[in-house]
């Protein structure tokens, strides 16, 4: 549980990164997207934090919710082992302009869900 609240964490000091610049954040997603480590990153990480989810789940104030999640993760990263690098790639900088103007709400929304994984990973173990 105290994996899912890190990910809240990290999520919310991305999203105050969203919301305080989003010309930077888009162009920080063009730049990773041109690294070697790039595809690989996101793959893994996905399917991590799919699996940490899924495992303590059952620890969590919303486990049903936490569950689906996981698997959300889990199906993306395999989603994006299939489409491969190079389509990985075109799509991470094609939405990266496509949506800039939407960054700083989604940052709003995203800071809101970082405290909501928070809660949900830090409560049941805080009250029962």
């Known amino acids: 549980m105290y994996l899912i609240a890190g990910f809240g964490l990290l999520l919310m000091i991305l999203s105050v990164m969203m919301v305080i610049n989003p010309q930077a954040w888009s162009k920080g997603i063009i730049n990773f997207s041109q690294k070697y480590y790039f595809h690989p990153f996101e793959i893994i990480s996905r399917l991590s934090f799919g699996a940490v989810f899924i495992c303590f789940a059952e620890q969590t104030f919303y486990p049903g919710l936490i569950t689906v999640i996981g698997y959300l993760l889990i199906t993306v990263g395999i989603g994006l082992l299939v489409i491969g690098s190079n389509r990985h790639r075109q ?38």
């Open 91 to 128: 799509f991470a900088i094609w939405s990266a302009i496509k949506f800039r103007n939407t960054f700083r709400p989604s940052g709003v929304l995203s800071f809101i869900f970082g405290a909501f994984l928070i809660y949900a990973a830090l409560t049941k173990t805080a009250y029962f």
